[in-house]
């Protein structure tokens, strides 16, 4: 399925069974990628050193049956069973669950809230407010505030795990899969094949993301598909030809026989079992791309069996064979029949770039909503793809995952390392998923507590488990995801620290336009043509920086538009509920862009006319209810008012209409409003364009002389609209450099005037994020003292 925008905000409802069966194949190659290839390397993992393979076979029927019961209780059981539930919009993942849990309590860090955000029909909440106000939990989490700081730590080390992820993921897969090569080569023909073969291909893989994965998408799921098939049929050969009874081994208390015998070192070999679950959370994380049908279906039907029945295979072939040299190990490959070992080597090449694929795109995802929500420095996003909506490349994160990556492999150079190192980031950003589960469960399902502990308890005790084994590997490998997740939370949580102060600083120094005007009065503050767009992070007042630009160069636009580009804790804004717009002063208007956490920001030429369109609507709808006000007919409070362009009911009643557009060009036809006679409408043609926007004033339907009055100053404004934009149109960007206040700890002044300060030098602008072309942009210098 191409995620189109919004493929998930729609109420869950039935799908016709082609549609689900259509999207079930294509969630192959995009969500079971990474759990595919998983058995390449898990009881090669698992037998590295900490047990020995047996001829009394009790740690191989042991390893298979912790496999089957862990890939049934986790990925089956809690994910696909309850988990997927937990959709916001559609969406999934640990934003979606944090998004969720923000709107249904009051615990979001995040700055410039506001209650028009509530009104957004995606702002969809679970039952009533007055239901949710009685929640004991709610007035909780509400009342300690360090709980908000505590909920938001935890959901940045699951993104910080994630990345890691994509780290360490590309690098055991593909390692993985070339190492079969150890069958086939001398010792040290193996020794310099694999390393150099396994880098070659994680530079090409990384190199092609610049290009995007449309063009080869439509082989992912046949590449995927042929190997979970080509999988099972050789479990099912291993497992007829070795040992049909080697479904026995799925018996639970072959598990306690395993840790009885192999005891503290058997708790350890569960690092490496707890590999089989790698790549469930793209289940998760994917939600948005496909339907929760489609991945349930997927999942039960092919993928699940088709791991069991490798698992199985491969448990078979070794319970007939204990003896191995030291070339060839344990592994997924001594399993496979020499006579099919070469196609299989290529297709499991092939289905680890995939899977590696898979987590690349995802870490590009989780890294863009950090960056929406004020939790990462910005980072230019390339969008690979103008037709399918989700597909984004970050070229700066891209080449540092690539050169991690390489690192991992060239010096760790085994499987066990990589694996330890692996396994950490999977069960973390599992037991984050757990907590805040627990969490919805109690907010927005309005479960019991008890119930929702029930399911921490359980779920959380088999993660917990499977974490201390990964953590008492702290010196072999483990250690990577752990100091990879300390630099990027001081990186995160510092940027979002300060990000927050700043804003704080924004509005104890802001100013009324009123206050500037009058000043200007006595400075000769003068209005030069064109449209002036004010960027902040303020919804209400003056921006300190622009008040002192003022007062030192006293001139600004003949339309001033203070612009907030904002995020909110919804997963999609529909675009006719983007815009917010109101009046502050004589020409003067605020617009408040409001995006969801994975909402894709449009270009400068398509922003900049629907703002105007949308000046030009509020304009007519202002003064209609301005006509309103003063006939006693509607009680309409002007000061500091917002209206929704595009949504709102009483403009459709009215019948204002924000304009249209028509482009030879583009094939578009002008709108039946918009085409209105010439005489009765104005027409902007801005010069590099060839679109054409046309404001229609509609006919009042009160008396001839106040129609003819508010007309004609909705005519002269209109006017002056076009007029400035004709002009050209400059935007205004802050320039920020932060330091501290004098007598500030040693430890602020380390996070803030050193980290931050050199993470804002080092990273993108505020105008490559909002795509601002160079020669419209004007820079004003702000210094905050913190």
């Known amino acids: 399925m191409d995620p189109e925008f919004g493929a998930g905000m729609a109420p869950r409802k039935r799908e016709p069974w082609r549609t689900t069966l259509l999207l079930a194949y294509q969630s192959l190659g995009v969500v079971y990628g990474d759990l595919s290839i998983s058995p390449l390397y898990v009881y090669k993992s698992t037998f590295a050193e900490d047990i020995t393979h047996s001829e009394t076979n009790e740690e191989i029927y042991g390893a298979l049956s912790f496999v089957f019961w862990t890939l049934t209780l986790i990925p089956l059981i809690k994910y696909v069973t309850l988990v997927l539930r937990a959709d916001d919009n559609g969406e999934g993942g640990t934003f979606a669950l944090y998004s969720l849990i923000c709107r249904h309590a009051n615990v979001s860090l995040l700055p410039n809230r506001q209650v028009a955000d509530e009104e957004l029909s995606t702002y969809k909440l679970e039952c009533s407010p ?27 080390i699951g993104t910080c795990m994630v990345i890691g992820d994509g780290v360490l993921t590309p690098a055991i897969s593909v390692f993985s899969a070339v190492s079969g090569l150890e069958l086939s080569l001398s010792k040290d023909q193996h020794e310099y094949a694999v390393i150099p073969i396994t880098c070659a291909i994680l530079v090409f893989l990384f190199a092609l993301q610049h290009y995007g994965t449309h063009r080869v998408g439509f082989l992912f799921a046949p590449i995927v598909l042929c190997w979970l098939l080509c999988m099972s049929a050789i479990g099912l050969y291993n497992i007829i030809r070795w040992n049909p009874h080697i479904y026995q081994a799925l018996n639970p208390s072959y598990m306690i026989t395993f840790l009885k015998k192999t005891r503290k070192s058997g708790w350890m070999s569960l690092g490496g079992i707890l590999l089989c679950m790698t790549g469930s959370e793209a289940m998760f994380a994917d939600l948005g791309h496909f339907s929760y049908s489609a991945i349930q279906l997927a999942f039960t039907s092919l993928v699940y069996p088709s791991l069991i029945l490798g698992y199985m295979g491969q448990a078979a072939y070794l319970s007939k064979h204990h003896k191995f040299d030291a070339s060839n190990q344990i592994g997924f490959y001594i399993a496979v029949p020499e006579s099919v070992r070469w196609p299989v080597l290529v297709l499991a090449i092939l289905a680890s770039v995939v899977g590696s694929q898979a987590i690349i795109s995802g870490t590009f995802s989780i890294i863009n909503q950090s960056q929406s929500l004020s939790c990462f420095p910005r980072v230019k996003v390339v969008h690979t793809s103008a037709k399918i909506h989700g597909q984004i490349y970050i070229p700066e994160v891209n080449w540092m995952l690539m050169i991690l990556c390489i690192a991992v492999t060239v010096g760790f150079r085994n499987t066990k390392h990589m694996g330890n190192a692996s396994g950490l980031a999977v069960i973390t950003v599992m037991f984050v998923t757990t907590c805040l589960m627990s969490v919805v469960m109690m907010l927005c399902w309005h479960r ?44 995160m949580f ?147 008012a917002l209206t929704v362009i595009g949504s709102n009911p009483l403009r459709r009643h009215l019948g204002i209409m924000g304009g249209g557009y028509d482009d030879s060009h583009d094939g578009v036809s002008p709108s039946s409003d918009a085409a209105e006679d010439s005489a009765n409408g104005i027409e902007m043609a801005p010069a590099p364009k060839t679109k054409r926007v046309r404001f229609a004033v509609e006919e009042s339907r009160r008396s001839p002389a106040a129609a003819g009055e508010v007309d004609e100053r909705v005519l002269e404004e209109l006017h002056e609209l076009c007029e400035a934009r004709e002009s050209g149109t400059a935007f205004i960007l802050g320039h920020s450099h932060v330091q501290t206040k ?34 419209s942009l004007l820079e004003v210098g702000m210094v905050y003292v913190l």
């Not at 106000?133 to 938001?152: D, N």
């Not at 430890?747 to 020669?775: E, Q, T």
């Open 742 to 775: 004098p007598g500030s700890s040693l430890l602020k002044k380390l996070a803030v005037g050193v980290v931050y300060n050199f993470l804002r030098r080092n990273c993108r602008g505020p105008d490559v994020v909002l795509r601002v072309p160079p020669a």
């Open 494 to 640: 510092v940027w979002h620290h300060t990000t927050i102060k700043k804003y704080e600083y924004d509005m104890h120094n802001k100013v009324t336009l009123e206050w500037l005007l009058a000043l200007g009065d006595k400075l000769g503050v003068v209005r030069v043509p064109g449209i002036g767009l004010v960027y902040t992070d303020l919804t209400s007042g003056v921006p300190a920086n622009f008040s002192r630009f003022v007062t030192n160069l006293p001139a600004f636009h003949r339309v001033l538009v203070f612009v907030c580009v904002k995020s909110v804790p919804v997963p999609h804004v529909l675009p006719a509920e983007r815009y917010l717009v109101g009046r502050v002063g004589h020409r003067s208007y605020r617009c408040i862009v409001r995006y969801g956490y994975r909402d894709v920001h449009q270009d400068v030429d398509s922003f900049e006319t629907e703002l105007v369109e949308s000046l030009a609507a509020f304009i007519k709808l202002d003064a209609l209810f301005r006509c309103s006000d003063a006939a006693g007919e509607v009680d309409y409070e002007r000061e500091n």
């Open 130 to 156: 007055e239901v949710a106000g009685r929640s004991r939990v709610k007035e909780w989490l509400e009342k300690h505030k360090r709980l908000h700081t505590a909920l938001l730590i935890m959901v940045m």
């Open 448 to 491: 019991s507590p008890l119930l929702a502990l029930a399911f921490f308890l359980f779920f959380g005790s088999i993660e917990a488990l499977y974490f201390s084994a990964s953590l008492i590997k702290f010196l072999e490998g483990a250690w990577v995801p752990i100091l990879l997740s300390l630099i990027l939370l001081a990186v």
